[in-house]
Each structure stands twice: as C-alpha cells, then as structure tokens.
C-alpha cells in the first residue's frame, strides 16, 4: 500500500458516556441521552460543544444531525453522516468516517455517536410475526430461523466444526468479559461475576450460543469527538491517534438464503491486511484489543481473521489468562465490553480503546499502551477497524 | 387444534422470482435456477450468474441430495409459533447442486444431528404451499 495520508492525521481528543441502563429502563428518552453523552465527550476533550461541525452514526440511528445541532446549538454543521448496515458493524466505520471528513476538511470537530433507548422505541432486532412472507425471508422463517442469534451460531458452528474449536474457546471470551466488569463501575455486569460454572450451566439460545455467549440489550449514548492531531495537542487529555481504519465486506458476504460463498468467517478477511498496511504494525505489536461481541464465536473468528492466532490455535489461545487486561498476552474487552458493560453497539468499545491509550482505564494495562485496536461487528455487512496510537509516528 | 399457537409458524408467499421453486415443490421436484451459459446453479433467484455473468437462465430439477453444512439447536421461545417445537433444529443443506437451503431435518433426533451428514429432501405438505425438508439419506 502506498502511504496514506490519513495515518496520524486525526485523533480521538473526547469521551462522552451516559450512565448504561438495562434494556428498557432509561429514564432519558433516547434523543435527550445522545445530547448528553455529546455535552459529555466536549467537556472531556475541552471545548464548546457548538464548536463541533460534524456528525457521524451508524446501525440507522434515529437521532439525526441536524436536530442534534439544533439542540446543540452548533454554529453550523459541515459533515452529517450514516455508515449503512445493522448492528455494530459500523462502530469504528461512524469513527473513521468522522475522522476523514475532518482530514479531508470538511469539517474540524467531529463527533461519532450511538443513541439507544429500547423501552421508548422497542427492541433491537426483533422479528416479525406476519403469516405470509415473501422474498428471502420465504426461504429462513417457515423454518423457524428468524433470529440473528440463529443464523449467526450457525456460521460459528461450522467454524467449530473446520477447526475442532471446544465450546471452552467462546467461554473464554466471556469469562475475560465480566472479569472486567467487576473492576469497571461503568458496568452493568459491575458486581455480578460469572463463574465457568455458571457459564455451563446456563441455558441455552441457541446452540452452540449459552446464554453467556450473547450481548446484553441496553439503553444509553455514547460519543467520541474528532479532531485534526494539530489541534488535539492542544486539548485536556492526551490525544489518541487514528493510525488506521478499515470497513467493508469480503466477496459476497450478504448473499441471502445463507449462500455467501465463504461461510464460517467473521469478514475481516480482506479488511484485516489493509487496516495493518495502513498503521505500518501488525498484530503483534497489538498491545490490548476491542472485539464488537454481538455473540461470543464472532469474536473467536474475529481474533483468529485479524491475525492473533491461527484457527487451530484457538482451543489453547482463548483463554481466561490469555485475555485478562493484568497479564494476559492479548488483552480483550477491557471494559467488559458488550457482554458485561453494556451493549452501546460497540461505541463503548472505542472509548475503552481510548481510555486505554490515554491511561485511565479501571482495567488499565500494567505496561504502556502504544497500539490500541477496535474491531466492530462480526458476522454482518459491512464490518470495520480502527488502530489508535499514543503517538502519531507522522 | 386447541393446542394450536395464537400465532401460527410463518408460510412461505410465492412471489415472481421464487414462484417457480414453490410450485416446483407442490409437485415435489426440488427446483433451482441454472445458468444456460455455464451450468452453474443457483438459489435464491437473481438475473445474472455470479460466475460467468450470463442472464440466461433456466429452472431445473435438482437431486434433492445434499449434506449438513451446520445446524444450530434452538431453545429460546422467539417466534410464538414455534413455541411448541422448542428445542428444534434450523439447518444449512448444502445442496449437491451446490447452492444452500435453509431447512428442518426431520427423522432424526437433535442429539444426533451431525456436520456432514447425508440428507435427502422430504416433503412438508400445508393447504397452499409445500416445504422442503431433509432426513437422514
């Protein structure tokens, strides 16, 4: 790859987090918790909050830039914009949206937010239950596969079969999860520790999914702000700098009626090479990683696609001891990530990402952070990356 | 039928591209596109071969044999029309033509469900439109 002039150029300056409630129980309707979380993230990075001039989101959030700025007071909106597709597939892809614009210009503060409210509007990711259907879903429903958990324990069940992965790799996942929540006061995981005993003696969803294996369903906003590494030098805390970002999808991955050619994959495939191209690192310089966990095996295809282990590594690579953030070789989901802090489609991941850099996470490595990783959404279409730095290496 | 759901499980509603599936399947012929150009055969239905690009296309009879791809064991009530079904199988049939078939594997318990295994197609009859199943080959 040629060298890019987005390396280095922008960096996350601003933290912006609601507190995280259970699905449902916000006492804040959706668009009123969004405000906040963006107040929030200026006040962390230390600027006035009308400053900011552009506006990214993802998963068809319904809190739209221009009755935010309405409400914000913005002096005047440069960028607004939507990365497409479901669930949290677009968490780093709303970042690095957000971060092109400001290098490109088109504007210079920039924030990156996820508003969720499910008792107001209903829940995520429901189905329908029409009589009739028509169209792809003639082929799935009539045969009771309707659910994301479904159709994504399937993919992870074959990956499980090509590979001989035990069921002990995806608890693993889960257990480094809520042992980081126990530390993290964010959490809503926070003082309810999960034990292997409880995680094999949960029920089912579907198998191979327990219910461990599945994200939580929450209400709360999250905002992260933007801006040029000339300007974030001059900010309250130290910047985090967008190395790199990467988004899209491998060959045919949206095929309907479970068709896409390549089947047992978390597609980070074909994004994986252009995300380390463009950082000039590689997995291995990789000091702690935040993997979206809509479910626990899209993180295990996840880790082993972008490069951490291979997929016959995985049954003595995932491991509690593997993942945790006070020794682990690959610290993961030092928050708690989705499972256990709260399922703000991924956004809090990237704040953990840059709490991460910045030195200031309840889960804080004992040893520097200079290269910190955000993965977001396996399994669907498109998915996207983004590697932060402490230092912009221009 | 008072043990029948308030809601009952969700049929399939021909519509012009898969009309020629479903009636293929009233009359018990599992039925796939093919390109006319290269042989290759498709599911679902689209204009254009992803192999060749030809939009000449035609419907043919496929075996009905295929093989488990993967499988997953549902127990979570999501669908009050399955709710009597709890835990069913949903299962990816690799047909032999090559394209997949989401489905149920009927004659066969959930425990002994198996990746790989051999199935062949089995004929669910409703009042308006018929499913394909697989069992055990």
Partial sequence: MTHSTFRGSTAIVGLGETRYYKRGAAPDPEFKMTLDAIRLAADDAGIDVREIDGFASFSNDRNDPAHLAAALGTKHVGFSNMFWGGGGGGGSGAVSNAAAAVAAGFCEIAVAYRGLAQGQFGRFGQGSTARQVAGAAAFTAPYGLMSPAQTFAMRVRRFMHEHRVEQDAMKAIALASYYHAQRNPRAVMYGKPLSAEDYDNSRWIVEPFHLFDCCQENDGAAAVIVTTAERARDLKHAPAYILAAAQGTDYRQAATVHNAPDYATSNFKTLAPRLYAMAGVGPEEVDVLQSYENFTGGVMMSVVENGFCTPEQVNGFFALETFRFDGGKLPLNTSGGNLAECYMHGLELITEAVRQVRGTSPCQLPRDVNISMVTSGPMVQPVSSLILGRESNR | ?137
């Fill in chain 2, 1 to 137: 039928m008072s043990d029948q759901p308030a809601i009952q499980k969700p049929l399939p509603e021909p519509d012009d591209a898969s009309r020629p599936f479903w009636d293929g399947a009233a009359a018990g012929r599992l039925m796939l596109m093919r390109c006319n150009s290269c042989r290759t055969w498709r599911l679902p239905s689209r204009m254009h071969c992803d192999r060749c690009l030809s939009t000449d296309v035609g419907w043919e009879q496929a075996s009905g044999r295929g093989t488990v791809r993967t499988f997953g064991i549902m127990h979570q009530r999501y669908h009050p029309g399955f709710a009597n079904d709890l835990p069913y199988n949903v299962s990816i049939v690799e047909l032999d033509e090559g394209p997949r078939l989401p489905t149920n594997l009927v004659g066969v318990s959930n425990a002994d469900i198996k990746v790989g295994m051999k199935v062949v197609v089995d004929w669910e009859r409703h009042a308006d439109v018929t499913l394909p199943k697989f069992r055990p080959a």
